[in-house]
């Protein structure tokens, strides 16, 4: 009897849901000319970040140049950056009105959402457009899931550099041959060194958020491929020689009291006087990090610097699989793409409201002079202004369009792109794991790497008891499933490649 | 089931008068049967996803729910699959039934407390107070208490040391977490539960205490065979409805508090806990609907035995 | 019935009798008064400093904090936390009175729902309770899911972006309504509802007239219950609030914790672009301060609700 009552209730409802859901959609709106006598479609986007004061202002300014240029208008909603993917989650899996997104490899999961479905196949829209030309291939290539392009990818810098991060003062001051620096085991004398002169400075910093230097690409982790390994063999990280051997120098150094003791569940404490700490860097990172600290740092590359999926797909804007007007927001990706007032204007507000255009130094002109992506002038942002429209340069488009600030040097975009050029493929560069076979397998895998990822990671317990246990439980949640699941896969694709 | 042993009692004719003879009420439960039916039992299509592998393949959802590739029960492998899966409910089921019961005894012992003291301007002032911790959430204790347990420069670490004791590694020692866990979490809901039977006890007829006095019964007296008797029906139904939730756990507690340290995981890993991390990486929807159904559904299944051992004891104090 | 509800002036009086009778017999001994006391002091100021300890941190200097970790006598004072939100926030004034709406609107509808959903529930000639029980118990433990609820709440009520989408879900539920029957069920004498309704009284001016004044402890902790449930709710105003402009308090504020939150989280993912994100943002502070702005308000409503809960204060009317 209650099971009847349930089942006529949920007929009802669906029925309900149905036809409304039908109502909704036919309802049609009036179509909007510009100038010319074309029509004007309004596309709806969705970005990650917090939403900006000013951003109906700038929006204003944007559509009443769109709309003549290419016939459409914008209506961009933002999603705070700790609720973007769970929003985007439901806009996306409803089935709501949207036509482009900010997705990425971190945030509202690019494979994912490509391989689900939720985006639209871009190939031959954007064959012959002139982001797809000066866009660098390989972001193009890193765009493609199964030898399809479902994103145009923000250009950015394609790999992460993962760096030691060192305190000016201390360097000066002892002399460390920082650029002689590299591994993990060069940093020992050092540590050592800071550990009994200076009493009130950590040696290594570390947080939470740290994780070990690995040499490979994390595919699925902890199932990767080593950087460099042509045979492209699935391994287990914590099963590598390296790894291991990693794991034994920070259990060391967390035992000689080099690691501040709360590294494990430490958040960044400004405060706290550190030698060295780990970064992920990019050109001028030392500015940024200098700044966020307050005091000068320098840094070194632990490694050279490799191109993988994870890396390469930093930024892109996908658009929606259902969209009744994909021409139109492909174009208009182009356009902000290539047409520098407008992305100026999306980047950085409006000119002359939120900033200004101020001369490149002589000098500094004559010796850029030759190089890519440098811009006649430079610009200076409003002090009062510029917090009511600040926006991440990646969330809308690429960087090497965008003019430089006052105090940056005007090759800025150059030296990216050199960066970028010197980056190294990962041998797995391209591909993509269909992760469904093991699904199952690779949900256990989150609380197995957080139990024991950051306390080994850090040193804080001892590998040779912990180890063990992590490998144990990995082996129980079928870790050798995946690695034979990929395995196959991946001799699959160079087989193909 | 039950309508239908009625119908069999009653000649089908009488559906209507009955109708009649229970218009006005009828009427009142309207309203809300209305906002039942649009805002709970509409949306329960949902639960279907729980055994779909969900794609996108065209336009709205329902077209994708009934187009994606049916899985039965596979999206629920994963709640089983790590050797974990025993320690995990072991950990939900012990800590949810320490709460149901303290959930019950702490704040029904401070209602009894707050009503007797003499003062009554006092006892508004504790009961504000015991309410406050409502309303901070668990980032903000977890930040409260850190500035306690931190190893480095913790007030904990700093007594300790003060009396030449060994420092303690408060996050990576396990033996000390279930307590903190749950005096924690009674810290935090015993003003907002105690309300409920501050309210009872608020509730009843004055004149039971009027004549137990005239019988010279003493105060202890009075709770044990009037207060208590008459608190009976609201702890039978609060305690049936805690024990739905028993395979759920409030996040915030077990994540935020223990600061997601890994080594605390044999006694702060519970259902939801391991839910939660399982799925950032993937994000199937399928899997997480499962989850939730999974949930609810054990804890619907004890409900319903709880109300059965409760009807069978005390009818008239069951949920239905 | 007339002759059997007191007028005011004698009520009033009865009330003063048994409060004095109270003095007479009733009452503990001051010693246990002492300890009870005693007790309820050293609960309160658990509970009562972690919340000054919030205030205070909400003023330090974030950098100073950082230097010499939580401390009550802080050694450097700002405001810069504050002075964030308020230029962070679109217009925290305007997001305050929305939430101020939303939650006066929505208890009030919410009382209504409950109370009549409840008290049809509670009457034991009802013909239909157990259905109508049933009914609210299912959906007490399953719900469709966020994905289904955006769709109904979106596709079929058409409430996107509307104030109602923030009123509507949350006036009702199973719990409360469960919790007020039982409150009815306790409090309300049948010889009462059964004479008035040989008076020939229909169920709603019963309703209205009798059922509602005698129960006012617990229509007041469901109250309590609703007005806190809208003050704290931002998911909703998350799923279904796109318009800037109707953005109430807590969403305005969680949103700015959990940006900062989440970069400082995904530090080791996003790289310098997450600090570059995250430049200029107070941390630990500011989290004390949205503690303090979200708070305070309702704390002030609290005792509104409280003199409900006081025992002494509100005496069953009816009697005899």
Same mark, same amino acid.
């Given at each position: 009897?209650k099971?009847?009552?349930?089942?006529?209730?949920?007929?009802?409802?669906?029925?309900?849901?149905?036809?409304?859901?039908?109502?909704a959609?036919?309802? !049609?709106?009036?179509?909007?000319?510009n100038?010319?006598?074309d029509?004007?479609?309004?596309?709806?986007?969705?970005?990650?970040?917090?939403?900006?004061?000013?951003?109906?202002?700038?929006?204003?300014?944007?559509?009443?140049?769109?709309?003549?240029?290419?016939?459409?208008?914008?209506?961009?909603?933002?999603? !705070?950056?700790?609720?973007?993917?769970?929003?985007?989650q439901?806009?996306?899996?409803?089935?709501?009105?949207?036509?482009?997104?900010?997705?990425?490899?971190?945030?509202n999961?690019?494979?994912?959402?490509?391989?689900?479905?939720?985006?639209?196949?871009?190939?031959?829209?954007?064959?012959?457009?002139?982001?797809?030309?000066?866009i660098?291939?390989?972001?193009?290539?890193?765009?493609?899931?199964?030898?399809?392009?479902?994103?145009?990818?923000s /250009?950015?810098?394609?790999?992460?550099?993962?760096?030691?991060?060192?305190?000016?003062?201390?360097?000066?001051?002892?002399?460390?041959?920082?650029?002689?620096?590299?591994? &993990?085991?060069?940093?020992?004398?050092?540590?050592? &060194?800071?550990?009994?002169?200076?009493?009130?400075?950590?040696?290594?910093?570390?947080?939470?958020?740290?994780?070990?230097?690995?040499?490979?690409d994390?595919?699925?982790?902890?199932?990767?491929?080593?950087?460099?390994?042509?045979?492209?063999?699935?391994?287990?990280?914590?099963?590598?020689?390296?790894?291991?051997?990693?794991?034994?120098?920070?259990?060391?150094?967390?035992?000689?009291?080099?690691?501040?003791?709360?590294?494990?569940?430490?958040?960044?404490?400004?405060a706290?006087?550190?030698?060295?700490?780990?970064?992920?860097?990019?050109?001028?990172?030392?500015?940024?990090?200098?700044?966020?600290?307050?005091y000068?740092?320098?840094?070194?590359?632990?490694?050279?610097?490799?191109?993988?999926?994870?890396?390469?797909?930093?930024?892109?804007?996908?658009?929606?699989?259902?969209?009744?007007?994909?021409?139109?927001?492909?174009?208009?990706?182009?356009?902000i793409?290539?047409?520098?007032?407008?992305?100026? &204007?999306?980047?950085?507000?409006? /000119?002359?409201e939120?900033?200004?255009?101020?001369?490149?130094?002589?000098?500094?002109?004559?010796?850029?002079?030759?190089?890519?992506?440098?811009?006649?002038?430079?610009?200076?942002?409003?002090?009062?202004?510029?917090k009511?429209?600040?926006?991440?340069?990646?969330?809308?488009?690429?960087?090497?369009?965008?003019?430089?600030?006052?105090?940056?040097?005007?090759?800025?975009w150059?030296?990216?792109?050199?960066?970028?050029?010197?980056?190294?493929?990962?041998?797995?560069?391209?591909?993509d794991?269909?992760?469904?076979?093991?699904?199952?397998?690779?949900?256990?895998?989150?609380?197995? &790497?957080? /139990?024991?990822?950051?306390?080994?990671?850090?040193?804080?317990?001892?590998?040779?008891?912990y180890?063990?246990?992590l490998?144990?439980?990995?082996?129980?949640?079928?870790?050798d499933k995946?690695?034979?699941e990929?395995?196959?896969?991946?001799?699959?694709?160079?087989?193909?490649? | 089931?039950?309508?239908?042993?009625k119908?069999?009692?009653?000649?089908?004719?009488?559906?209507?008068?009955?109708?009649?003879?229970?218009?006005?009420?009828?009427?009142?439960?309207?309203?809300?049967?209305?906002?039942f039916l649009?805002?709970?039992?509409?949306?329960?299509?949902?639960?279907l996803?729980?055994?779909?592998?969900?794609?996108?393949?065209?336009d709205?959802?329902?077209?994708?729910?009934?187009?994606?590739?049916?899985?039965?029960?596979?999206?629920?492998?994963?709640?089983?699959?790590?050797?974990?899966?025993?320690?995990?409910?072991?950990?939900?089921?012990?800590?949810?039934?320490?709460?149901?019961?303290?959930?019950?005894?702490?704040?029904?012992?401070?209602?009894?407390?707050?009503?007797?003291?003499?003062?009554?301007g006092?006892?508004?002032?504790?009961?504000?107070?015991?309410?406050?911790?409502?309303?901070?959430?668990?980032?903000?204790?977890?930040?409260?208490?850190?500035?306690?347990?931190?190893?480095?420069?913790?007030?904990?670490?700093?007594?300790?040391?003060?009396?030449?004791g060994?420092?303690?590694?408060?996050?990576?020692?396990?033996?000390?977490?279930?307590?903190?866990?749950?005096?924690?979490?009674?810290?935090?809901?015993?003003?907002?539960?105690?309300?409920?039977?501050?309210?009872?006890?608020?509730?009843?007829?004055?004149?039971?205490?009027?004549?137990?006095?005239?019988?010279?019964?003493t105060?202890?007296?009075?709770?044990?065979?009037?207060?208590?008797?008459?608190?009976?029906?609201?702890?039978?139904?609060l305690?049936?409805?805690?024990?739905?939730?028993?395979?759920?756990?409030?996040?915030?507690?077990?994540?935020?508090?223990?600061? @997601?340290?890994?080594?605390?995981?044999?006694?702060? @890993?519970?259902?939801?806990?391991?839910?939660?991390?399982?799925?950032?990486?993937?994000?199937?929807?399928g899997?997480?609907?499962?989850?939730?159904?999974?949930?609810?559904?054990?804890?619907?299944?004890?409900?319903?035995?709880?109300?059965?051992?409760?009807?069978?004891?005390?009818?008239?104090?069951?949920?239905? | 019935m007339?002759?059997?509800?007191?007028?005011?002036?004698?009520?009033?009086?009865?009330?003063?009798?048994?409060?004095?009778?109270?003095?007479?017999?009733?009452?503990?001994?001051?010693?246990?008064?002492?300890?009870?006391?005693?007790?309820?002091?050293?609960?309160?100021?658990?509970?009562v400093?972690?919340?000054?300890?919030?205030?205070?941190?909400?003023?330090?200097?974030?950098?100073?904090?950082?230097?010499?970790?939580?401390?009550?006598?802080?050694?450097?004072?700002?405001?810069?936390?504050?002075?964030?939100?308020?230029?962070a926030?679109?217009?925290?004034?305007?997001?305050?009175?929305?939430?101020?709406?939303?939650?006066?609107?929505?208890?009030?509808?919410?009382?209504?729902?409950?109370? +009549?959903?409840?008290?049809?529930?509670?009457?034991?000639?009802?013909?239909?309770?157990?259905?109508?029980?049933?009914?609210?118990?299912?959906p007490?433990?399953?719900?469709?899911?966020?994905?289904?609820?955006?769709?109904?709440? +979106?596709?079929v009520?058409?409430?996107?972006?509307?104030?109602?989408?923030?009123?509507?879900?949350?006036?009702?539920?199973?719990?409360?309504?469960?919790?007020?029957?039982?409150?009815?069920?306790?409090?309300?004498?049948?010889?009462?509802v059964?004479?008035?309704?040989?008076?020939?009284?229909?169920?709603?001016?019963?309703?209205?007239?009798?059922?509602?004044?005698?129960a006012?402890?617990?229509?007041? +902790?469901?109250?309590?219950?609703? +007005?806190?449930g809208?003050?704290?709710?931002?998911?909703?105003?998350?799923m279904?609030?796109?318009?800037?402009?109707?953005?109430?308090?807590?969403?305005?504020?969680i949103?700015?914790?959990?940006?900062?939150?989440?970069?400082?989280?995904?530090?080791?993912?996003?790289?310098?672009?997450?600090i570059?994100?995250?430049?200029?943002?107070?941390?630990?502070t500011?989290?004390?301060?949205?503690?303090?702005?979200?708070?305070?308000?309702?704390?002030?409503?609290?005792?509104?609700?409280?003199?409900?809960?006081?025992?002494?204060?509100?005496?069953g009317?009816?009697?005899?």
């Open positions: 009897m099971f009847n009552m349930f089942k006529r209730f949920a007929a009802a409802g669906l029925a309900a849901v149905m036809t409304a859901g039908l109502l959609g036919c309802g !049609g709106k009036k179509a909007e000319t100038s010319s006598g029509e004007v479609v309004e596309l709806t986007w969705w970005q990650i970040g917090d939403a900006q004061k000013d951003q109906d202002q700038v929006l204003d300014k944007v559509n009443e140049y769109i709309s003549e240029k290419i016939g459409v208008k914008l209506k961009v909603n933002t999603a !705070g950056w700790g609720d973007y993917d769970q929003k985007m439901v806009v996306i899996n409803t089935g709501d009105d949207w036509d482009l997104c900010f997705t990425c490899s971190w945030a999961n690019y494979l994912q959402n490509a391989n689900k479905g939720a985006f639209l196949q871009i190939d031959d829209y954007i064959k012959d457009t002139e982001m797809y030309k000066t660098d291939e390989r972001f193009w290539e890193a765009a493609k899931v199964q030898d399809k392009t479902y994103g145009v990818p /250009e950015k810098e394609i790999g992460s550099m993962p760096m030691w991060v060192f305190t000016k003062e201390y360097v000066d001051k002892y002399d460390v041959p920082v650029d002689e620096i590299h591994s &993990l085991e060069d940093l020992e004398p050092w540590l050592e &060194l800071i550990k009994e002169k200076e009493k009130d400075v950590v040696p290594m910093y570390l947080t939470s958020s740290y994780s070990a230097p690995i040499y490979m994390l595919i699925q982790n902890p199932v990767d491929i080593e950087y460099g390994d042509d045979t492209l063999t699935v391994k287990n990280v914590f099963e590598t020689e390296k790894m291991k051997s990693t794991l034994d120098t920070m259990r060391k150094y967390y035992l000689a009291g080099y690691i501040n003791k709360d590294a494990a569940t430490a958040s960044d404490d400004k706290v006087k550190r030698f060295v700490t780990k970064g992920d860097g990019q050109p001028y990172a030392e500015l940024v990090w200098g700044k966020d600290l307050g000068e740092v320098v840094a070194t590359p632990i490694m050279d610097t490799y191109v993988t999926n994870l890396s390469a797909r930093g930024a892109l804007t996908a658009i929606n699989a259902q969209t009744k007007h994909p021409e139109k927001a492909v174009e208009l990706l182009n356009l793409n290539t047409d520098e007032y407008l992305r100026n &204007l999306l980047n950085y507000g409006i /000119e002359g939120h900033w200004d255009k101020v001369e490149v130094p002589a000098d500094e002109a004559a010796e850029a002079e030759g190089k890519p992506y440098v811009y006649e002038n430079k610009i200076k942002l409003n002090e009062e202004t510029r009511n429209y600040s926006v991440s340069y990646w969330v809308q488009g690429g960087l090497f369009n965008t003019y430089v600030l006052e105090n940056e040097p005007v090759d800025k150059a030296t990216f792109k050199e960066f970028n050029d010197s980056s190294v493929e990962a041998p797995s560069f391209g591909f794991f269909d992760l469904e076979p093991v699904s199952t397998e690779v949900a256990g895998f989150g609380n197995v &790497l957080d /139990e024991f990822g950051k306390s080994l990671y850090t040193g804080s317990v001892d590998p040779e008891e180890l063990p246990k490998q144990e439980k990995l082996e129980a949640t079928g870790i995946v690695i034979e990929m395995q196959k896969q991946i001799d699959e694709w160079k087989e193909a490649k | 089931m039950r309508v239908n042993t119908k069999a009692d009653k000649p089908k004719g009488n559906f209507l008068s009955r109708l009649k003879a229970n218009k006005e009420l009828l009427i009142l439960s309207m309203p809300g049967a209305i906002w649009f805002f709970a039992y509409l949306p329960l299509f949902g639960i996803v729980a055994f779909k592998k969900f794609r996108l393949s065209g709205g959802f329902f077209y994708n729910l009934f187009t994606s590739e049916t899985v039965w029960f596979d999206n629920f492998k994963f709640l089983f699959s790590s050797g974990d899966a025993w320690i995990i409910v072991r950990n939900t089921v012990l800590y949810n039934f320490t709460f149901i019961i303290l959930g019950v005894a702490v704040p029904v012992v401070l209602a009894l407390l707050l009503n007797e003291i003499k003062n009554k006092m006892m508004k002032i504790y009961q504000s107070s015991m309410f406050l911790p409502y309303f901070l959430s668990w980032v903000v204790v977890s930040y409260c208490v850190f500035a306690f347990l931190n190893p480095e420069k913790g007030y904990f670490n700093a007594v300790i040391q003060q009396f030449g060994e420092p303690v590694s408060w996050y990576t020692e396990t033996k000390f977490w279930p307590f903190i866990i749950i005096f924690m979490s009674q810290w935090k809901g015993m003003g907002y539960n105690t309300v409920v039977y501050l309210a009872s006890i608020c509730g009843i007829d004055k004149t039971y205490y009027e004549a137990a006095v005239l019988d010279g019964a105060k202890w007296q009075q709770i044990k065979y009037i207060t208590l008797p008459l608190l009976k029906p609201v702890i039978t139904i305690l049936i409805m805690s024990v739905g939730g028993i395979f759920k756990a409030d996040f915030g507690l077990f994540y935020q508090l223990p600061k @997601n340290s890994g080594p605390l995981y044999p006694v702060t @890993n519970v259902l939801d806990t391991y839910i939660f991390r399982a799925l950032k990486t993937s994000g199937e929807i899997m997480s609907s499962a989850a939730a159904l999974f949930q609810s559904t054990v804890g619907f299944v004890l409900i319903m035995i709880a109300n059965k051992i409760v009807s069978k004891v005390d009818n008239e104090n069951a949920l239905f | 007339a002759g059997k509800v007191m007028s005011k002036r004698k009520m009033e009086k009865r009330i003063k009798k048994i409060e004095a009778e109270e003095c007479r017999y009733n009452q503990i001994k001051t010693p246990t008064n002492i300890i009870f006391n005693i007790l309820l002091t050293v609960l309160s100021l658990i509970c400093i972690p919340f000054i300890f919030v205030i205070i941190i909400s003023f330090t200097d974030e950098a100073s904090l950082s230097m010499n970790g939580y401390r009550f006598i802080p050694e450097k004072l700002s405001f810069y936390a504050y002075e964030y939100i308020i230029s926030g679109e217009n925290i004034l305007r997001s305050y009175g929305v939430t101020i709406f939303i939650t006066i609107v929505g208890t009030i509808i919410g009382l209504l729902l409950t109370g +009549t959903y409840a008290y049809a529930l509670s009457r034991k000639t009802y013909a239909y309770r157990k259905f109508f029980t049933t009914v609210i118990t299912i007490m433990l399953f719900s469709g899911g966020m994905i289904a609820n955006y769709l109904i709440v +979106t596709k009520l058409m409430l996107k972006d509307s104030l109602w989408a923030l009123i509507l879900p949350l006036c009702l539920n199973s719990f409360n309504i469960i919790v007020l029957r039982t409150f009815f069920k306790t409090s309300i004498p049948d010889a009462v059964e004479s008035a309704k040989i008076d020939g009284a229909s169920e709603w001016r019963l309703f209205f007239q009798i059922v509602i004044p005698m006012l402890p617990g229509l007041a +902790t469901i109250g309590l219950f609703l +007005t806190l809208y003050w704290n709710d931002w998911f909703n105003a998350m279904y609030m796109d318009n800037k402009d109707l953005i109430p308090l807590q969403y305005l504020l949103q700015i914790e959990s940006s900062i939150d989440w970069l400082a989280n995904n530090k080791a993912t996003m790289g310098v672009d997450g570059t994100a995250a430049a200029n943002m107070p941390k630990e500011i989290k004390m301060a949205i503690v303090v702005i979200s708070t305070l308000p309702i704390i002030f409503a609290y005792p509104f609700f409280q003199r409900y809960f006081v025992n002494g204060l509100t005496v009317a009816v009697k005899e």
